[in-house]
T-cell receptor, first 113, second 113 residues
Framework: SQQGEEDPQALSIQEGENATMNCSYK?????LQWYRQNSGRGLVHLIL?????REKHSGRLRVTLDTSKKSSSLLITASRAADTASYFC?????????????FGTGTLLAVQP | DVKVTQSSRYLVKRTGEKVFLECVQD?????MFWYRQDPGLGLRLIYF???????EKGDIPEGYSVSREKKERFSLILESASTNQTSMYLC????????????FGSGTRLTVV
């Protein structure tokens, strides 16, 4: 079952512009994570935000979390051509013996040089 | 550099064959996961394991089985490959503590003909 829904499905911007991707989810969570996937490769973990946090920064990445609206956003500032990739949100919830992640369907970001 | 290694990047198998996908991690992680990724459907969890010889079904376990005889190795088995199992298969691992991201392998693109 899909938990996260990313919006937009695809985004095309110019180098230097900011890119914003949104994620909505349906049930309570322990944390929310963002991943990047370059074409045909595995996913790379970018950032994790816990349910009691509202904002987190890592380099050019800024993530916000609004648990009342069950939504998150990922902002990439001053984008580069190398940021071209698919971006996925994943919601984490402890259940049973471990923490499983449920992934959304992703946003395809194209950064034009 | 920490790693999750999947044994094959590309694999072509015939319908009805038994297929083994291998995944090895060198981070001493307790959790290991198998996902499949299909266009428009995102990542879907097939099976996961939180300890040696322990396994739990994910969202789409039908037609698959797994084996975890050693902590570092998690194998996905397609008992009798079918064309609808043509997909990208992604292995991931994580510590038992749920506040860490997953580390993914590079993926195996399996084609069943």
């Amino acid at each position: 079952s899909q938990q996260g829904e990313e919006d937009p499905q695809a985004l095309s911007i110019q180098e230097g512009e900011n890119a914003t991707m949104n994620c909505s989810y349906k049930t309570s969570i322990n944390n929310l994570q963002w991943y990047r996937q370059n074409s045909g490769r595995g996913l790379v973990h970018l950032i994790l935000i816990r349910s009691n946090e509202r904002e987190k920064h890592s380099g050019r990445l800024r993530v916000t979390l609004d648990t009342s609206k069950k939504s998150s956003s990922l902002l990439i500032t001053a984008s580069r051509a190398a940021d071209t990739a698919s971006y996925f949100c994943a919601t984490g919830k402890y259940g049973g013996a471990t923490n499983k992640l449920i992934f959304g369907t992703g946003t395809l970001l194209a950064v034009q040089p | 550099d920490v790693k999750v290694t999947q044994s094959s990047r590309y694999l072509v198998k015939r319908t009805g064959e038994k297929v083994f996908l291998e995944c090895v991690q060198d981070m001493d992680h307790e959790n290991m996961f198998w996902y499949r990724q299909d266009p428009g459907l995102g990542l879907r969890l097939i099976y996961f394991s939180y300890d040696v010889k322990m396994k739990e079904k994910g969202d789409i376990p039908e037609g698959y089985s797994v084996s975890r005889e050693k902590k570092e190795r998690f194998s996905l088995i397609l008992e009798s490959a079918s064309t609808n199992q043509t997909s990208m298969y992604l292995c991931a691992s994580s510590p038992l503590n749920g506040n860490y991201g997953y580390t993914f392998g590079s993926g195996t693109r399996l084609t069943v003909v």
